[in-house]
């Protein structure tokens, strides 16, 4: 394991050198052309998953050369990749973001255009993954190179749609056991519906009104804010730890042994949590494609937000400790465990267009589309 991820890397920093001689105007010599042609082709699940072939693979890298070119400058000065103080690290950096723009954000920005040119309306991209996944460095990525080929994006999260905290104060009164915003029931679905439903048909709005929703309201209890004022929006990413989450039969919990869900009455939570679930799928019916960042371990969430924490303290904020950020995390895996609801879309092409796995270093791994790949678990 040591050594592929040691490999992954050198592939990685000699992509990212190949890429910084054409951000910065050199010329590639036969062989780095070849290299490069490699490395855009390999591995093939990968450039499948972007329609990227050897027939076409001189054009593509002739196209992404300009969009390289283009972007490049403006997604260093994201706040994500603010740079390094230690010059080396800031080499190794940027080599890394060269060949994540060449691999991956550019392959799906250039997808999504395709993908919206053939509609007659804005197209609603599903993005279902947990913290630590990377959807905000996606979205915000995204959107700059969707701009620089005439894309309008705009960042729905299914945060934006949660319920007032009034509301959830009354929900709790009378479900006590919904001690965290989050799970299936916290959210304003009809909000949702009324709000994608006037993305799709932006023709019939001047402008529309978008929902946001403020994490630090009521002392961390959240609440809606003023809500953004679009218009012109041509692609609407859509995210949320379970969008296009499906249903389950419920009898899976009659007699279910997975951890955390232990006690009948975790297995009665989780029953009517996948309840409640079915109320969501009028929202999912709305995404025109769903793709999944999926941490090749689920467990790897409960390390990644007791880092985030642990940041958040260093930094003078309030923060969960080590025990609390356990029942925090576990409470989410007994509402909908991972692999009950997010598993079995791996290999579900009628919902998903597009996995992303995701390496406890936050990396992408494996990109493949469900079609093209026949997935044992």
């Known amino acids: 394991m040591t050594n592929n991820k040691q490999q992954t890397t050198n592939n990685s920093l000699l992509l990212g050198q190949l890429l910084n001689k054409v951000v910065v105007g050199e010329v590639l ?43 490049y400058s403006d997604i260093l000065s994201l706040p994500s990749f603010s740079p390094k103080i230690d010059e080396d690290l800031a080499t190794i950096a940027q080599a890394k973001i060269l060949s994540l723009l060449w691999t ?3 392959p ?42 005439g894309y309008t994006t705009l960042s729905l999260s299914l945060d934006d749609l949660y319920k007032t905290y009034e509301e959830r104060q009354r929900l709790r009164q009378q479900d006590p056991r919904l001690i965290w915003r989050g799970p299936p029931g916290t959210h304003d679905i009809e909000l949702g519906l009324q709000v994608l439903d006037q993305l799709r048909s932006p023709h019939q709005y001047q402008s529309i009104l978008v929902p946001r929703f403020d994490k630090s309201a009521w002392s961390g209890g959240g609440d809606r804010t003023v809500p953004e004022t ?16 499906q249903p389950i039969n419920s009898a899976v919990f009659d007699t279910l042994t997975l951890a955390p869900l232990e006690t009948d009455a975790d297995r009665v939570f989780a029953r009517d949590m996948n309840e409640q679930l079915k109320d969501y799928l009028p929202l999912w019916e709305r995404l025109d494609q769903l793709m999944i960042l999926y941490p090749k ?81």
């Open 29 to 71: 010599t036969d062989v780095e052309w070849q290299q490069l042609t490699d490395e855009t082709l390999t591995p093939p699940q990968r450039a499948k998953s972007f329609d990227i072939t050897p027939e076409n693979v001189e054009e593509r890298i002739e196209v992404q050369f300009h969009i390289l070119q283009a972007v």
């Open 104 to 106: 991956f954000w550019i």
């Open 108 to 149: 799906l920005a250039m997808q999504l255009s395709a993908k919206r040119k053939h509609l007659d309306r804005p197209l609603i991209q599903g993005i279902l993954g947990g913290q630590g996944t990377g959807k905000t460095t996606l979205a915000a990525v995204l959107k700059l190179i969707l701009a620089h080929l």
């Open 230 to 245: 679009v218009q012109g929006i041509d692609i609407v990413l859509f995210e949320g730890w379970f969008v296009g989450a």
């Open 297 to 377: 371990d689920y467990r790897f969430s409960q390390t990644w937000r007791l880092q985030a924490e642990q940041q958040m303290i260093a930094t003078g904020k309030s923060g969960m400790n080590s025990s609390e950020v356990c029942e925090f995390v576990k409470y989410f895996w007994k509402s909908l465990h991972p692999q009950l609801f997010i598993t079995p879309l791996l290999r579900n092409p009628n919902v998903v267009n597009l996995v992303i796995e995701i390496n406890f270093d936050h990396s992408p791994g494996a990109i493949y589309r469900p079609k093209d790949r026949a997935v044992s678990f």
